[in-house]
């Protein structure tokens, strides 16, 4: 598998490829440009916890199982964190509407309205909230309008929780 970074057209191939005979291109940061969109979104984050007090996740998923993994996991890691979660874009947007979270992971495909308009949406309402798609499906289309409207991009499939960790990690403000 081939990987190619989106950020702002860089196009560098990056990390280890598979054999020749695997052409399958996906698509993440390269190293330079994790560091640079981790270094913006901490920034925001942290301007955000001093503004609010605290850190708020709102997980926007329709898998009822999915929801709950990524919920216990972030507990796990992050004791403190307050974690809402929406099964669609109705509700979605009434909890942020409600408790203005810090950051939102956005599954793109939602009963009713899809993640990216939303994500558009809210993103237009309130620039300040660090919105994440983290979805199963991984097209180029999907990629492409994530970068326009969301502030980082995670696939199901290739994403491990140890990458999800992190990345909440380093953009949440360390505890005080």
Do not use: W
């Not at 203005?100 to 620039?127: H, S």
Request: some cysteine.
């Amino acid at each position: 598998m081939i990987r190619v970074c989106y950020y702002e057209g860089c196009g560098v191939v990056y990390g280890e490829k598979e054999p020749l005979s695997d052409k399958r291109v996906t698509h993440g940061l390269c190293p330079k440009h994790l560091e640079i969109s981790l270094k913006k979104i901490r920034s925001e984050m942290e301007n955000l916890a001093h503004r609010s007090g605290g850190s708020r996740i709102l997980i926007v998923e329709d898998s009822t199982l999915f929801r709950q993994l990524l919920r216990e996991m972030l507990h796990d890691r992050f004791p403190t964190l307050e974690i809402q979660e929406a099964v669609d874009g109705e509700d979605a947007f009434r909890e942020i509407e409600m408790t203005r979270p810090d950051l939102i992971f956005m599954d793109i495909r939602l009963p009713g309205e899809n993640g990216l308009a939303l994500t558009k949406k809210v993103k237009a309402r309130y620039p300040g909230i660090i919105v994440i798609i983290l979805t199963g499906h991984d097209l180029p289309e999907y990629r492409e309008l994530s970068c326009q409207y969301a502030d980082y991009f995670f696939s199901k499939n290739s994403s491990t929780t140890q990458n999800i960790l992190a990345l909440v990690e380093s953009i949440l403000p360390a505890p005080v």
